[in-house]
């Protein structure tokens, strides 16, 4: 059964999903960030903007992923790290198919209960 909350952060440190979708702040702002999480099979996915959840929820909605190398050219200027991008830093695990489908099916019951949530406040 996945488990999904919500929890306020003092920073929202390094994010998997890097920048996207993330709100744009000063720097002098100090006001705690609001995180939702999503566990399920054994892993915790964290995420700081709903546009986050989608782009992970359209990602584990396929069934086969095209190839994630990246060409020469790009890796000519940088380390491996720098060019990782956030879905190949998620347990291998996750992507098989009963595993998948669990992940989806949590996922889009955090997607709901946010956008509820989102349609509450407006």
């Not at 306020?8 to 995180?35: C, I, K, Q, T, W």
């Not at 992507?95 to 989806?104: A, G, H, M, S």
């Not at 996922?107 to 989102?118: D, F, I, P, V, Y």
């Amino acid at each position: 059964m996945a488990a999904v909350s919500k929890r306020l952060v003092e920073h929202s440190g390094l994010a998997l999903m890097g920048n996207l979708g993330r709100e744009v702040r000063s720097e002098h702002d100090f006001r705690p960030y609001e995180v939702w999480e999503v566990k399920v099979c054994s892993f915790t996915f964290t995420f700081t903007s709903i546009d986050q959840l989608n782009a992970c929820l359209d990602y584990y909605g396929q069934k086969i992923h095209p190839s994630s190398m990246l060409p020469a050219a790009q890796m000519a200027s940088a380390d491996h790290w720098e060019l990782q991008r956030w879905f190949e830093r998620l347990p291998m695990y996750l992507l098989e198919e009963p595993k998948r489908r669990k992940v989806v099916q949590a996922l889009t019951s955090a997607r709901k209960k946010w956008q509820g949530e989102l349609s509450e406040r407006n």
